[in-house]
């Protein structure tokens, strides 16, 4: 039995002993001692784990016979009900981004990290369990600040935090709980986490739900109060298999009926049942005695009163401490002094101590993803640090960026950054297939957690390195040594969502090795994450080089990504909401692919010099500005965007390689400025420019790294070249009247100055050689 099999099956045992009263009996007391003091469970308790892991174990009841059989077989349980719930915070951007600035930005997503991985846990009394090291390392915190100070007192839910153990937790990890809890307890335990999160952040939108079940119902999904002769089960969903209700519900892709039946009846139906409630209840609608969220907290604002600095609401103080003397709101006041707190810049949070606010966040209770970072680099710190050859910097050295400004003087384009968010592909089918238990809901959530955390310190670890402030930026933290940071801003990690800030010249290649290692190390671990499914990569990957890709081994679980390039005083609301439109971009190419059995990674991305340079959104300025209608029907698209991560790897190979012979760029914008005229007048004023290089090394470069990789006809007859262009759609019909060309050459141009020339960098690792051997 694995760990995660023996905790639910203790989590259920739990709620079964302590029954629907609210006061605890001496089994359970007795439970809790030994659980606190790690010692043998009690004999009553042991027996009643023992008749829930029987009970898991049965197999399924495939026809009504046997599901009538159950109740009769465990007849002193089939009426015991058993509390879930669900919940956590909602617009969670609206939240974060509704400041202007990162110090807030940065503080907003923190306190909502404090609060899902360590003020939820501690109702639980996490701090006395290995599984949450966040929260023992915050256990005065947990012990103190939450249950006692908060939780148990009158005026909230004195008798709830007796009723909880770690055992009940499914997860709590993106942004969410789900949770086991004794039946009489989960009106309570909903209604705790609406009021943590909106009395610690006064403006965060949240909502949670719970509903009892019955223990059967755990294995065999929601069941009637009675079975009988009457209840729908497999022969009659056999009989019923066109209606379009039943259709709609239960019938899967390449699944038999009976195993789609089998597949839609386990503990994810429960799942599905508190999240349809959940959105009943985040969209105002009353579905229970519990009090209503129609009405959210409200700060009254008067026309004639300094705002804060988001606008929102009317400001109450001015720290002059602070540069530029910021005013602030309750609401906002508590995301700065967090956001100081995850930057480890406690040196001016004195402005707070003034302002006369009674609220107070523990130090020890958050923590910097920075932290983190530092943490996995501790077995490998020569793979980071190691990479400034000239000055050997301890880490202790290296601070934590505190600006954008901070991460744009890491890029070799000085003043640009990149905003990265990526989000997982393929999980609603994969929990729908293949997560049937709350053990496998466990492993799952961690399985993901654990993935998409490491991937991106991974992804961080391989191309990012110490970086040395400018005197200017230097000046500003009012330093007289020399300031080296990371130059990464991770804005958050939750779930199998992630969003950062890296300077500009890394960041395709960071969201591609973000993408590889996420499934990399999905399937190196023992769940079911392998893909049988093979695809053909000539019908995927429109970049053919010598080192093809096989198609097999996939994961069935991938990430897209959506990457903006953009100035770095370019507003983060703003980049955010266009790097939100990429990943919807990434995502449909991801979703449209997969229907060639890729179940891969995306990657759309967009280079914007100037603010004012898109109107209204990126969909509309690619098919309106970037998209061409010539003779003949022909659409030429001056675009390739979304690509596969073997696309990218092929994209940023060529753009090195035009870096490397020093291709000269009149030319390169020349030709793109040339692509609007048409097919034929591109194509023959690429092939008169490529003709009139004189660096003969730069001619067969462009013929192996662009024209063969990326411009062959798909016909393999056609011995032709299409260069710069590539055909989208097969020929129909020996016309090509309706084939849509595409090219990768503006992007390629896009990027050329974020490229950075291995010739220099190989000079200038001789000269740090020389340096070093003087």
């Known amino acids: 039995m694995t760990d995660s099999q023996k905790n639910i099956a203790v989590a259920i045992s739990w709620c079964l002993a302590w029954g629907n009263q609210r006061e605890p009996n001496n089994l359970v007391t007795q439970t809790r001692k030994a659980l606190t003091e790690k010692k043998e469970l009690p004999q009553e308790f042991q027996e009643l784990v023992n008749k829930v892991q029987k009970l898991q174990a049965e197999n399924f009841p495939d026809t009504l016979e046997k599901l009538k059989a159950l ?3 465990y007849p002193e349980h089939w009426n015991a009900e058993i509390g879930l719930v669900y919940g956590g915070a909602t617009k969670i951007k609206q939240y974060v981004f509704e400041a202007a600035k990162l110090p807030d930005i940065r503080g907003a997503s923190a306190l909502l990290d404090r609060i899902n991985l360590v003020d939820l846990p501690a109702f639980f009394h996490c701090e006395t369990h290995d599984d949450y090291p966040q929260c023992q390392r915050a256990e005065d915190y947990c012990q103190n600040e939450v249950r006692k100070e908060w939780l148990d007192k009158d005026r909230n839910f004195p008798e709830l935090s007796q ?26 335990l909903a209604n705790a986490i609406e009021k943590r999160y909106t009395e610690e952040t006064l403006t965060a939108n949240s909502c949670a739900v719970g509903e009892k079940f019955k223990l059967l119902e755990i294995r065999c999904g929601l069941l009637p109060n009675i079975i009988n002769n009457d209840t729908f089960w497999m022969d009659k969903y056999l009989n019923n298999l066109k209606h379009p209700l039943i259709k709609a519900y239960f ?16 503990f994810n139906e429960l799942a599905g049942k508190l999240a349809s409630l959940f959105n009943q209840r985040r969209n105002g609608n009353d ?33 002059e401490e602070l540069p530029n003397q910021p005013w602030f709101s309750e609401a906002s006041a508590r995301k700065r002094l967090v956001g100081q707190i995850a930057k480890r810049d406690n040196s001016s949070t004195e402005w707070y101590k003034k302002s006369g606010f009674t609220w107070q966040s523990e130090d020890n209770a958050i923590e910097s993803w920075v932290n983190k970072f530092e943490d996995f680099l501790y077995e490998i710190p020569h793979k980071y640090y190691g990479k400034v050859r000239s000055e050997n910097i301890h880490p202790s050295r290296v601070k934590e960026a505190l600006s954008v400004r901070e991460i744009g003087d890491a890029c070799q384009s000085k003043g640009f950054v990149a905003y990265i968010y990526a989000d997982g592909n393929n999980m609603g089918g994969y929990i729908q297939k293949v997560i049937k238990t709350p053990e496998d809901y466990k492993n799952f959530s961690r399985d993901i957690f654990k993935a998409t955390e490491e991937s991106v310190y991974a992804a961080l670890t391989e191309h990012l390195e110490p970086h040395k402030l400018n005197q200017n930026l230097q000046a500003e933290r009012k330093s007289t040594k020399a300031v080296w940071i990371h130059p990464f801003e991770i804005l958050t990690i939750g779930g199998d969502d992630v969003m950062l800030i890296v300077p500009a010249d890394k960041a395709l290649a960071i969201a591609k090795t973000i993408g590889e290692e996420f499934e990399k190390i999905l399937l190196n671990k023992s769940g079911d994450y392998q893909e049988n499914k093979t695809y053909q990569p000539q019908d995927v990957h429109r970049y053919h080089h010598t080192k093809q890709v096989t198609g097999e081994r996939q994961c069935k679980l991938s990430m897209s990504t959506g990457v903006l ?32 059995d890729y179940y891969g990674g995306t990657v759309d991305f967009l280079v914007m010099k100037s603010v004012t340079m898109i109107s209204s959104n990126i969909s509309e300025f690619r098919s309106n500005g970037l998209t061409k209608t010539g003779k003949l029907q022909q659409k030429l698209k001056l675009y390739a965007a979304p690509y596969t991560l073997h696309e990218l790897g092929g994209l940023l190979a060529t753009a090195k390689a035009l870096k490397e012979v020093e291709f000269p760029k009149s030319q390169l914008y020349q030709i793109r400025s040339l692509l609007e005229r048409g097919k034929q007048t591109a194509i023959l004023n690429y092939l008169y420019f490529r003709a009139r290089l004189s660096n003969k090394k730069a001619q067969e470069l462009l013929k192996t790294q662009f024209e063969d990789a990326w411009c062959k006809p798909k016909d393999d007859k056609n011995k032709g070249n299409l260069a710069p262009w590539m055909s989208l759609k097969e020929k129909k019909e ?13 992007e390629l141009v896009d990027l050329y100055p974020f490229i950075e020339n291995p010739n220099k960098k190989f000079k200038s690792s001789q000269s740090e050689a020389g340096v070093l051997q003087s």
């Open 565 to 596: 390039i953009t100035a770095e005083d370019t507003p983060i609301y703003y980049a955010q909401k266009l790097t939100e439109q990429l990943l919807k971009s990434a995502k449909k190419q991801a979703k449209e692919l997969k229907k060639n």
């Open 251 to 266: 019938e899967q892709p390449d699944t038999s009926p009976e195993k789609a039946f089998e597949e839609r009846k386990t």
């Open 163 to 188: 009723a909880l153990i770690p055992e009940l937790i499914i997860y709590s990890t993106g942004g969410n709980i789900l949770a086991f809890c004794p039946a009489a307890f989960i009106d309570d």
């Open 287 to 319: 579905i229970s005695d519990r009090p209503s969220r129609r009405y959210p907290p409200m700060f009254e604002t008067h026309p004639y009163i300094i705002r804060d600095e988001g606008d929102r609401r009317s400001a109450v103080m001015q720290a």
């Open 71 to 73: 109740p009769a077989k």
């Open 734 to 746: 020996d016309s090509d009247d309706k084939v849509t060309y595409e090219t990768i050459w503006r």
